[in-house]
């Protein structure tokens, strides 16, 4: 089975060809990043406009590159949600109307299960059952993962997402958008212990996470301070500090909740090298181990969507010819594969 994966859920296009054999042949992610940065964040109306200008010729191209004739496509998966909604309809009417062009089977797939299955394309891919850490721009989750659509929210962030804790607080230091890289970059050269931001939640059970009280904690740090360089590295360093100290806590007291010793983490924040770091050693500490994507992999891109499309479509699933798009989409209401 060769199947075609669409991703436009918020300011990335990607294309993807995955085949059930040969495993990924091809894939392309554009990054709107230039398009939206003058405003400051992702503008929907603009993001839609652009996947539309863009999807098919990426789509042609990614067929090419993968040396895939229309013919040979067996089946398309799209990000149906959660997402931007006008960014999903285009990804879904170009998935569905493609499907039915070509006669093949179509599925709309979950952008966050997308993202957990993703370390499932790297050539030593994590066993299940495993605790799945995601932290990206819109989500911060820990699942336990039993098999694919087999998910169990174990805990979330109940205000901003880690990725965009770390956005807003790029902003506040003057780092555009998206700042999350550009802050990590700005935190090696920080020295610790000039600020002390809270770990949020740390003291409290539970798998629950808060972190719109550091953006608060930058603000005071920086209010009446005019800061140079360094003090604005050192401001950097304790945010990310305390970002990672309460995921990395978090993340092993799920693992001591349900047993496993398997962590994967994935979505955009995943690429943050203190957090695989700290990660790494706390993990190996209890004797567990921790999966990654490549770091393409982590942040939007459309193979982990072929992916998830081609493991459903082969287990028989597939969708009828209505467009999904569902903006909120509960992870743990997808259906499980029974394989
Ligand atoms: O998964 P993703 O590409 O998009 C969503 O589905 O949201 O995640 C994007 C997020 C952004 O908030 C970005 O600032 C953050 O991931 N990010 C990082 C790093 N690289 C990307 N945050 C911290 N450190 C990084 N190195
Ligand atoms: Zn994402």
Redo the contacts with the bound molecule.
């Keep these: 089975m060769r199947v075609l994966g669409i991703e436009s ?4 296009t990607a294309v993807a060809v995955y085949d059930g054999d040969r495993g990924l042949l091809a894939h392309e992610v554009f990054s709107q990043f230039d398009l939206h940065r003058a405003w400051g964040g992702v503008v929907p109306e603009l993001a839609a406009r652009d996947h539309i200008q863009r999807l098919l010729p990426m789509v042609r191209a990614t067929l090419a590159a993968s040396g895939t004739a229309p013919a040979e496509v067996t089946g398309v998966a799209y990000t149906a949600g959660p ?1 931007l909604i006008g960014a999903l309809m285009v990804g879904g009417a170009v998935a569905e109307s493609l499907a039915y062009a070509w006669g093949v089977p179509v599925i709309g797939i979950h ?2 299960e997308g ?1 957990l299955l993703a370390p499932m394309l790297e050539p030593d891919p994590p066993p299940l059952p495993f605790v799945a850490l995601l ?5 911060t989750m820990l699942v336990e993962v039993t098999g694919i659509g087999r998910y169990r929210i174990l805990g979330e962030s109940l205000d901003d ?4 804790a ?2 807003k607080t ?1 902003k506040l230091l003057g780092l555009g ?9 700005l935190a090696e050269r920080g020295r610790p212990g000039v600020f002390q931001f809270p770990r949020p939640m740390m003291d409290r059970p539970g798998l629950d996470f808060s972190f719109s009280g550091l953006k608060t904690a930058a603000v005071v740090a920086l209010r009446g301070r005019r800061l140079d360089d360094q003090g604005r590295a050192d401001v950097a360093h304790a945010f ?1 500090a305390a ?1 990672v100290d309460t995921l990395v806590g978090k993340a092993l007291r799920a693992l001591e909740y349900t047993g496993h010793d398997v962590l994967v983490v ?10 695989r770091t700290d990660l790494a050693h706390a993990a190996s500490g209890r004797g567990a181990r921790v999966y990654y994507p490549r ?1 393409g992999f ?4 459309a193979a982990m969507i072929a992916y998830a499309g081609y493991r459903r479509l082969a287990a028989g699933q597939h969708a009828g010819q209505a467009i999904r798009a569902r903006p909120r989409w509960p992870l743990d209401e997808l259906e499980p594969l029974n394989d």
């Design positions: 859920s918020c300011d990335e997402g952008h966050m993202h932290v990206s721009g819109g989500h997402a880690a990725g965009e770390f956005d790029a958008y998206p700042g999350g890289a550009a802050l990590a970059a990310e970002i994935a979505g955009g924040v995943g690429a943050n090298q203190r957090l770091p982590c942040t939007d891109n």
